[in-house]
């Protein structure tokens, strides 16, 4: 099936107008002159954009693909994923953001040297940018892949369109132009799954007619409570699993906490996480009936011989063309839908690891660096990075779904999801070895707790085999699990070891770096209980929780490293924030102003 002018034109206009957006902020207000306006669009965004832009870096291209292929092979039990955003955004809203928030940070990972130290912070940096250098090539040029095995659209000219598209916007219009993309871009991705849902829901004849024949096929699926970590999906793996799943993409994921940082008050952050919640039900709708409408055209249209031996994300987009054929550029709405869910979530990669590099690796080992020479070397880091993607997709191409393998957790957790995932594919391959061809895309089971959308976006996995045990049982734990499991791994590996090493003494850990959250939840109980549940560290009297930030104190200076003799544990001066002794240097943490 070929494209037509008009669908060319109308994937042509989302890379313009694309581009028109980042040279728009290249060109006027501050014009990208300071790292704080290139990084963090100094620091003066509204919720709304925030909340679209955070939206739009979790829904990639692969999700678009994915998540109806799920429904259409497996039924609507993923549907009930949506039971786990409310927790899963709640938490980063009123535990994460007020924590970053107020410590001023730039990047996620200066948190990890204020609460430990820089060893620590230096493992978290390079353990994103692993994963997320991976991730960029296989988000890159999976859906360029799909599409030229459906619609004969040139496979690398989409792929060097794309990248280099995304790498001039990114790096001229740094994030306030990568926030306004992604609001652009998100409006894109509804127009073409509400076109597909509306054109392929009128086709069937009703939404009535498409719920039916669903249901007749054993489509729509019940509420399974077997609490079995080993079932793919069920009710305990979906949310409970999900909101573990949750939490490392929007309440530790460097692309997501730089957008709350973005926002000009911890307030405008936190509305922002808010009106995420509605708008991932949306999508979450949107994906889910789309998989509905596809399984239902295609009980009254029965597939081609090419269709099917097709893999279920290429079968997404014959769909599309099938549905949309006789109506000129709607097919191309779907394309820019496609590449939208591409641009908005690598633009974010680029920009949140020139952030890391240059906040975690550059800046603290050359604190005087000039700030317009600072500028200049974040662009080129962002610029770098995007054509590191082509090189990724390229390689991409040549690895196909040994990548999925190559990504994990820190420490531990590291280890661990190294053992299941790899573990998981060779099993698979050696039980089905066709059951996963190198077209499928989303057909790769997942093995990360780090990584921005990993587990979100590549869904469908090959079922697990019935009647195994021991290792083999192990490898099929359902990847909706893997962000608790390596979560859980580094929390009890980590107690083990301080415990075995002396564990540290309450008093001497920053109360900025703590969210009490025990203290807080237990308010009711008497004073005394509630100190013994902040386990030493310093609270206020009031109502157990850690102290409030400072009205009016000043910005933290070269990433809150003062140099400085060494000195007890102390609180600096009024105003100052709080001082922490840690090697050769006094930590000064600073509150934004409110």
């Known amino acids: ?102 410590l001023h940070l730039t990047s996620t990972y200066e948190y990890l040297e204020l609460r430990f130290n820089k060893a620590v912070r230096v493992c978290g940096t390079v353990t994103f940018i692993f994963q997320m250098v991976i991730y960029m090539g296989v988000v890159l040029y999976a859906p360029a892949l799909a599409l030229n095995a459906v619609t004969q659209f040139d496979l690398w000219g989409a792929v060097l369109t794309m990248g280099l598209v995304c790498t001039l916007y990114t790096t001229l219009g740094g994030l306030k132009a990568v926030i306004w993309t992604d609001v652009f871009q998100t409006l894109v991705m509804f127009a073409g799954q509400l076109a597909v849902i509306v054109v392929g829901t009128v086709k069937v004849g009703s939404m009535g007619r498409v719920w039916q024949l669903a249901a007749d096929q054993g489509k729509i699926s019940g509420i399974d409570l077997n609490p079995d970590p080993f079932e793919r999906h ?79 994300d290429q079968l997404v987009l014959y769909f599309v063309m099938d549905v949309l054929k006789d109506l000129p550029g709607l097919p191309g709405l779907f394309v820019a839908c496609l590449f939208s869910g591409s641009l908005s979530t690598i633009s974010s990669a680029f920009n949140s690891l020139a952030t890391v590099t240059m906040e975690d690796l550059i800046h603290p080992y050359f604190p005087g660096l000039r700030e317009s020479r600072a500028t200049l070397l974040s662009k080129l880091l962002a610029l770098s ?45 050696r039980a089905a070895p066709s059951a996963l061809p190198l077209s499928n895309i989303t057909d790769f089971p997942q093995a990360s707790s780090l990584s921005t959308a990993i587990a979100t976006t590549l869904l469908t996995s090959t079922p697990a085999p019935k009647r195994l045990s021991g290792l083999q049982k192990f490898y099929n734990l359902s ?116």
């Not at 000009?264 to 996480?273: G, H, I």
């Not at 082509?390 to 590291?414: C, E």
Request: with cysteine; charged share 10%.
């Open 385 to 429: 990075y995007g054509l590191l993607c082509l090189g990724m997709a390229y390689l991409s191409s040549m690895m196909g779904p040994m990548l999925q393998g190559a990504i994990a957790g820190l420490a531990a957790g590291l280890a661990m999801a190294f053992w299941i995932g790899i573990g998981s594919l060779v099993s698979n391959l």
């Open 1 to 102: 099936m070929a494209f037509t002018v008009a669908d060319y034109t109308v994937f042509v206009l989302l890379l313009v107008l694309s581009s028109a957006i980042g040279l728009f902020y290249a060109l006027s207000g501050g014009r990208q002159r300071t790292v704080q306006e290139f990084l963090l669009a100094n620091r003066s965004m509204s919720f709304l954009p925030v909340a679209l832009s955070l939206l739009a870096t979790f829904q990639s291209a692969v999700a678009i693909l994915g998540v109806p292929a799920e429904i259409y092979r497996f039924g609507t039990e993923y549907w009930l994923l949506g039971c786990c955003y409310f927790l899963g955004l709640l938490i980063p809203a009123h535990v994460f953001i007020p924590v970053f928030y107020r």
């Open 479 to 594: 990847y909706m699990w893997y962000s608790a499991h390596n979560s859980t791994t580094v929390i009890l590996v980590g107690l083990l070891v301080s415990l075995l090493t002396g564990p540290t003494k309450g008093a001497t850990v920053n109360p900025r770096t703590i969210y009490p959250v025990l203290p807080r939840l237990l308010c009711c109980l008497p004073q005394r209980y509630r100190e013994r549940l902040s386990c030493g560290v310093v609270c206020s009297a009031e109502d157990g929780g850690c102290e409030e930030p400072a009205p009016h104190a000043p910005e933290k200076t070269s990433n809150g490293m003062l140099n400085g003799p060494i000195v007890g544990l102390a609180h600096a001066e009024e105003g100052e924030g709080f001082a922490r002794t840690e090697g050769t240097h006094t930590y000064i943490l600073q509150e934004t102003s409110l």
């Open 234 to 312: 069920t009710f305990w793996t979906l949310s409970v699993g999900g909101v573990f799943m949750m939490l490392s993409l929007y309440g530790v994921n460097q692309a997501q906490v730089q957008r709350y940082l973005s926002s000009r008050t911890e307030q405008e952050a936190v509305l922002s996480c808010y009106a995420v919640f509605p708008c991932q039900q949306v999508v979450l709708c949107l994906s889910c009936l789309t998989g509905l409408v596809m399984f239902a055209y295609y009980q009254e249209h029965p597939l081609t011989a090419a269709q099917s031996q097709a893999s279920s």
